[in-house]
């Protein structure tokens, strides 16, 4: 629940898109995979990023301040 009752914000996700062909790190390999090969990693962690791969970070949405109409 938001403050006042308003709505609860969206949740933040954060993604390691490996470059094609990459063995992943064991590190990596503990965390869940997407169905499009993203990795889905917590809100903390260190790892070394390869050349050709991307990391995606979708930052959390705000919740709403009072009633929702």
Do not use: H, W
Not at 4 to 18: C, D, I, M, R, V
Not at 25 to 46: M, N, Q, Y
Not at 59 to 69: F, H, Q, V
């Amino acid at each position: 629940m938001a403050c006042k009752g308003g709505q609860p914000g969206a949740t933040g996700e954060n993604l390691y898109f490996p470059a094609e062909g990459e063995a992943l790190a064991e590190g990596l390999r503990a965390f869940p995979r997407r169905e499009d090969g993203a990795v889905v990693l917590p809100g903390k962690v260190s790892f070394a990023a390869r050349r050709g791969s991307r990391v995606g970070i979708a930052t959390p949405g705000g919740g709403g301040y009072g009633k929702a109409e």
